[in-house]
């Protein structure tokens, strides 16, 4: 095993880098509620007495919902905007963007989940 | 459920609430976790831009998330149990989250050396704290699942009694005291002659009373074996004599039951009547037929004369009932003695208000 310096610098700062991301966790309370990711993570076995796990894991679905959203407002702005190419007259109606589930259904096809009406 | 600005379109409400019933994440036990979770996508998705949602695109979203949380849970635990641990630690968790991104990719993912601690997954998330905003739950949500005390009761070795028997071990619960159970059954016995029609006792009470009856019985029979050693049957019949399901059955007539209260008007007709005569004929009214099963059930359920068993079981005269729909049946019937025309009569009123009936329903 080669150990260069460098490198050995760089996982410390990895290292430094993961302990000081898990401490700032404290401070930025996720949207999630810690209490439910407590509770599925002890649904499905998962034990573990530190905080910053689970607050680790409630960022993770945090972002991972937002990324869901985010795509599904994609698909909801190209549709409208194609609908109104397409009449105009119904213009004032969609203005407000509705998570639907074609959008939803849309984008978790693409990242490989199954959703069924 | 309003959260600020969003509304609700109960478009596919219908839809929404029917669940199977092997739904891993629908079950009742689980709603309480799921409406919490409704509500932090539905944060997320007004942060994100939506104006609103369907709210079975909610659900599903909310189902997703929990999902999504139950399966990283369920990978680090995995991870955990390979490496030896039953704890789980923040390389679990790291490795739960590549295995879920694996269907999108994360930078560094091809790398063959790639650290855990450097892992691209980790990089993404702290970019996304850094750009989003902070959006805090918008509810208290105490701890849950609230863990229900359970209500030890002390066993044998605990309470510091012998159990009554070599065969209970002593970490067994305790019984219960005597005392419990003993005077309440004494009082049982005065009420249960006294009161058979009255419904004083509640439900609860009479419930009660079987589980003390069957706690004595348990009692005793210790009591017993304590004692005697099981040689004899003494207190054991005692147990059985108190307890009434436990007693020898009656015999007929040793008890006094009421007699049977007939209706008024065959009871009339009864009276009247020579039970012995027995008109076999062509048109034989009803109550011909039936006049000793009826002196029977009047004199009483022991049955001393043999000439009334000889009716009720020898006698079979052929019956030919011919029940008459139309008027012209009583005609028919006119022949007949004088003593059948009252009976005539009667049953001819009962089938003439059917046959009024029958007009109008024609």
């Known amino acids: ?117 | 459920m309003n959260n600020g600005c969003l509304e609700n379109r109960k478009k596919e409400h219908d839809n929404s609430q029917k669940r199977p019933k092997s739904y891993k994440f629908g079950s009742r036990s689980d709603d309480f976790a799921l409406a919490i979770a409704k509500v932090a996508v539905a944060q997320l998705c007004e942060s994100v831009g939506f104006q609103g949602f369907h709210l079975s695109a909610l659900e599903t979203l909310s189902d997703i998330s929990v999902r999504y949380i139950y399966s990283i849970g369920k990978t680090a635990n995995l991870s955990a149990n390979l490496a030896g641990r039953v704890e789980g630690n923040v390389f679990d968790i790291i490795h739960g989250l590549e295995d879920l991104g694996s269907n999108l990719g994360f930078s560094g993912a091809s790398d063959v050396d790639r650290c855990v601690v450097s892992s691209g997954v980790v990089k993404d998330i702290t970019h996304f704290v850094g750009v989003s905003d902070f959006i805090p739950f918008a509810y208290d949500v105490p701890g849950f699942p609230v863990v229900k005390e359970s209500t030890k009761t002390g066993s044998f070795w605990e309470k510091g009694e012998d159990p009554p028997g070599e065969h209970i071990p002593s970490w067994l619960p305790a019984f219960p005291d005597p005392e419990t159970y003993a005077t309440r059954l004494s009082v049982e016995n005065e009420t249960m002659g006294v009161s058979n029609g009255k419904k004083t006792e509640s439900e609860l009470e009479r419930v009660e009373r079987n589980m003390d009856r069957s706690l004595l019985n348990l009692q005793l029979r210790f009591a017993h074996n304590e004692n005697k050693g099981g040689s004899s049957h003494g207190s054991g019949y005692v147990a059985t004599e108190s307890n009434p399901y436990l007693a020898a059955p009656l015999h007929v007539g040793e008890k006094e039951v009421s007699s049977v209260i007939l209706p008024t008007k065959l009871s009339n007709e009864v009276a009247l009547r020579n039970p012995v005569h027995v008109d076999v004929g062509n048109h034989v009214s009803v109550l011909e037929t039936f006049a000793p099963a009826i002196e029977a059930m009047k004199s009483g359920l022991c049955d001393s004369d043999n000439v009334k068993k000889k009716l009720l079981y020898d006698q079979r005269p052929t019956v030919r009932f011919k029940i008459g729909i139309g008027k012209k049946s009583l005609g028919t019937m006119s022949d007949l003695n004088s003593q059948n025309e009252e009976d005539l009569l009667k049953i001819a009123s009962w089938f003439g208000n059917d046959n009024e009936k029958d007009d109008k329903k024609r």
């Open chain 1, 1 to 117: 095993m080669n150990h260069n310096p460098q490198s050995s610098d760089g996982k410390h700062d990895d290292d430094s880098a993961l302990s000081d991301f898990l401490a700032s966790l404290m401070d930025y309370a996720p949207t999630i509620p810690d209490e439910l990711v407590e509770h599925y993570l002890a649904k499905s076995g998962f034990q573990c007495p530190d905080v910053r796990l689970i607050r680790l894991v409630a960022v993770a679905t945090q972002k991972f919902v937002a990324e869901v959203a985010s795509d599904a407002l994609q698909h909801c702005k190209a549709r409208q905007a194609a609908v109104v190419k397409d009449k105009r007259e119904k213009q004032q109606k969609d203005k407000r963007l509705i998570l639907t589930m074609d959008d939803l259904q849309s984008h978790c096809a693409s990242i490989f989940i199954g959703v069924w009406k």
